[in-house]
């Protein structure tokens, strides 16, 4: 299975209300020093909507400005729906939303 389809089954398990930083995907997809790598993954995503991407955040909890289906604001609407919450400065508590694998 190569680095990418080992990324998109990590987001894929992401349950809904839960988020994962870019650097926690990479660990988990076994290469820890690629979160960077992840980004690009998921910005290439061969399958949006079936991948939520949209789950997968900085580690300081704010979401990327370069989010590519959509924008910042669409990626923070659909967390929020799921109803993961943001503070004032726009982050995301990563104690509390964060996925515990």
Do not use: T
């Not at 790598?37 to 370069?66: M, T, Y």
């Not at 289906?69 to 967390?79: D, E, N, S, T």
């Amino acid at each position: 299975m190569s680095f990418f389809e080992r990324v998109y089954a990590v987001v894929e398990s992401i349950p809904r209300g839960k988020v994962l930083s870019y650097g926690d995907v990479a660990r988990l997809a076994g290469s820890p020093r690629s979160s960077r790598q992840v980004g690009w993954a998921l910005h290439v995503n061969p399958r949006p909507g079936e991948i939520p991407c949209h789950r997968v955040v900085f580690k300081d909890g704010r979401v990327s400005s370069g989010f590519a289906f959509g924008g910042p604001g669409v990626q923070r609407a659909m967390l929020e729906a799921e109803g993961v919450e943001f503070s004032r400065d726009g982050a995301i508590d990563m104690e509390k939303f964060r996925w515990e694998v």
